[in-house]
């Protein structure tokens, strides 16, 4: 036990026998790096802060980290959830709604589109390097396919829509959604799972067009401030 103290005192004493003071490096690991938070919200909240000149200035970056954070988790619905709900529901219930036959079809054309439409927007960063690759001409060739054939089905889901908005509001005074016999009978589900699957995309216009606006406001305020 003797032995260990003298050599922990020789280590801590130089030439002349001053005694010097463990350093950083002789304590830790100089090669790890401290830890980050910056990927975390939290982090993302405070460089923003910490970036922000004013109090306009974090506003408007607050928003958008907490819209992109917000958005990353409706995306994860929308591209997964709702085009495989709307295949089920129209599927189960394709021959319960005489008044309009062509609403449940309406919801499993559009789920099916619409679901590769989501797709092919997930893996658009690889068609893009496809796209960039020079060496590979069949590969680009394929990439431009895709995309073409992208916006044919885009412009084939903005006419099925326009058609569902006809279908599904033309009849909203005259529907029975209860009686079974009825000629203006409907599936309650699958008229109002509908219904509000084509007003949500308008809400969904909405709170975008008013959310840009408010951007841009709050962005001309801070730069008459300056």
């Known amino acids: 036990m003797s032995k260990k103290k003298e050599s922990a005192g020789k280590d801590i004493e130089n030439e002349g026998g001053e005694t010097m003071l463990p350093t950083y490096g002789d304590t830790t690991e100089p090669t790890k790096p401290p830890p980050s938070y910056d990927d975390s919200l939290k982090g993302k909240i405070k ?8 109090v306009c200035q974090f506003l408007i970056k607050f928003i958008f980290i907490l819209s ?53 927007s997930a893996v658009s960063p690889l068609t893009m390097r496809c796209k ?49 016999t009825s000629t203006n009978y409907c599936n309650e589900l699958v008229y109002e799972f509908t219904f509000w699957t084509i007003s949500l995309t308008y809400i969904l216009v909405g709170l975008g067009f008013v959310c840009c606006c408010t951007a841009c406001i709050v962005f001309c305020a801070c730069a008459t401030r300056k």
Request: net charge neutral; charged share 10%; aromatic share 14%.
């Open 47 to 54: 460089a923003a802060r910490s970036d922000s000149s004013n």
């Open 68 to 120: 992109g954070t917000v958005c990353c988790v409706f995306f994860g619905f929308v591209t997964l959830g709702l085009p495989i709900t709307m295949i089920v529901i129209g599927a189960m219930y394709l021959n319960q709604c005489p008044l309009e036959p062509k609403i449940p079809i309406y919801l499993v054309v559009f789920g099916a589109f619409g679901g590769w439409i989501n797709l092919f």
């Open 132 to 180: 960039k690759n020079g060496e590979d001409q069949q590969e680009g060739c394929c990439c431009k396919a895709l995309k073409g054939l992208n916006g044919l089905i885009t412009l084939f889901l903005f006419c099925w829509f326009i058609c569902g908005n006809v279908w599904v509001y033309g009849n909203v005074g005259i529907v029975d959604k209860h009686n079974a």
